[in-house]
């Protein structure tokens, strides 16, 4: 009993990756348990509803991220690994529309997000900090901007279908530009804009 219990919660959870993925926050728990094969009880029993059912979900994808993250600081160059995770993280994130909408709105809350997030604000500082260590990033650029250059990407996958999907990239590669320190550039403003 506890082995199918477990298949069925693996189901459940694999079933929801793939769901929220391709609908968005908005799909339900039946649509759910309809592309896993079980009856709607059967989720429920496992998921009381669909915030805890999408916070196990988007756990296991943050948590991905923020693997993506602990291996871009064991490169050398503090830019590349930063512009790395950057890409990375975004391109699991273009194919994940639930993924995106978490991102953008936040509404979905648990403490293995909370743990994951916190943990991929930390590792962002440290990607900054190294690549501002070798003089390689702007002055100005914090830790605190990498999750407004996502949504800004983020923006660019939400254009329109009759634009290819893969048009964020490009656009990821101009921010970077902006980012690269360059001797002649004036610094950033602060972020409250009183510099």
Same mark, same amino acid.
């Given at each position: 009993?506890?082995?199918?219990?477990?298949?069925?919660?693996?189901?459940?959870?694999?079933?929801?990756?793939? %769901? !929220?993925?391709?609908?968005?926050?908005?799909?339900?728990?039946?649509?759910?348990?309809?592309?896993?094969?079980?009856?709607?009880?059967? %989720?429920?029993?496992?998921?009381?509803?669909?915030?805890?059912?999408?916070?196990?979900? !988007?756990?296991?994808?943050?948590?991905?991220?923020?693997?993506?993250?602990?291996?871009?600081?064991?490169?050398?160059?503090? !830019?590349?690994?930063?512009?790395? !995770?950057?890409?990375?993280?975004?391109?699991?994130?273009?194919?994940?529309?639930?993924?995106?909408?978490?991102?953008?709105?936040?509404?979905?809350?648990?403490?293995?997000?909370?743990?994951?997030?916190?943990?991929?604000?930390?590792?962002?500082?440290?990607?900054?900090?190294?690549?501002?260590?070798?003089?390689?990033?702007?002055?100005?650029?914090?830790?605190?901007?990498?999750?407004?250059?996502?949504?800004?990407?983020?923006?660019?996958?939400?254009?329109?279908?009759?634009?290819?999907?893969?048009?964020?990239?490009?656009?990821? %590669?101009?921010?970077?530009?902006?980012?690269?320190?360059?001797?002649?550039?004036?610094?950033?403003?602060?972020?409250?804009?009183?510099?």
């Amino acid at each position: 009993m506890r082995r199918d219990a477990e298949l069925n919660r693996r189901r459940i959870l694999r079933a929801g990756h793939e %769901v !929220f993925a391709a609908r968005g926050l908005q799909a339900t728990l039946n649509d759910v348990a309809h592309h896993a094969g079980l009856g709607v009880g059967t %989720v429920y029993r496992k998921y009381p509803d669909k915030q805890a059912l999408a916070a196990a979900v !988007f756990a296991e994808e943050l948590d991905g991220i923020a693997a993506m993250a602990r291996e871009a600081l064991a490169e050398d160059d503090g !830019f590349d690994a930063l512009a790395g !995770f950057l890409e990375k993280a975004l391109g699991r994130a273009a194919d994940n529309r639930g993924l995106r909408e978490l991102m953008r709105d936040g509404s979905i809350e648990g403490t293995g997000l909370a743990r994951a997030r916190q943990e991929i604000n930390a590792r962002c500082e440290q990607l900054v900090a190294r690549a501002h260590a070798q003089g390689a990033l702007r002055d100005g650029v914090t830790g605190a901007d990498v999750v407004p250059i996502a949504a800004m990407i983020d923006a660019v996958m939400g254009l329109s279908a009759e634009r290819p999907l893969e048009t964020w990239r490009r656009y990821l %590669v101009i921010i970077l530009d902006g980012l690269r320190a360059h001797p002649d550039r004036a610094p950033l403003p602060t972020a409250g804009g009183t510099d």
